[in-house]
């Protein structure tokens, strides 16, 4: 069985910074694409950035510039720095990864619990 645990949300005031970090751990062959949602109340949850290794990260035209994606092969996980936070970051942050479990041929997704990011004075 395959999980990902997230950690590092919390409350932090306009232009302050948040690192999220998310571990995949089980019966784990592969990892192609990481990545990071972000759901806020009312809206749709949304791509925020996502990482395949070897190849350049995607981001959200909202957070270019401001949030950093990097993953770390060796330990399974992937880590969102945020800076210069905005009210309008604030929302349930969700790790997602596409993995290949022991035993089986193709990629599944897999999401963590999610932790709640809340950017206020």
């Known amino acids: 069985q395959v999980q990902l645990v997230e950690s590092g949300g919390g409350l932090v005031q306009p232009g302050g910074s948040l690192r999220l970090s998310c571990a995949a751990s089980?019966?784990?062959?592969?990892?192609?694409?990481m990545g990071w949602y972000r759901q806020a109340p009312g809206k749709e949850r949304e791509l925020v950035a996502s990482i395949i290794t070897g190849t350049s990260a995607t981001y959200a035209d909202s957070v270019k510039g401001r949030f950093t994606i990097s993953r770390d092969d060796a330990k399974n996980a992937v880590y969102l720095q945020m800076n210069s936070l905005k009210p309008e970051d604030t929302a349930v942050y969700y790790c997602?990864?596409?993995?290949?479990?022991?035993?089986?041929?193709?990629?599944?997704?897999?999401w963590g619990q999610g932790t709640q990011v809340t950017v206020s004075s």
């Open positions: 997602n990864a596409y993995i290949t479990g022991v035993g089986t041929n193709w990629p599944l997704p897999y």
């Open positions: 089980g019966s784990i062959s592969t990892i192609n694409v």
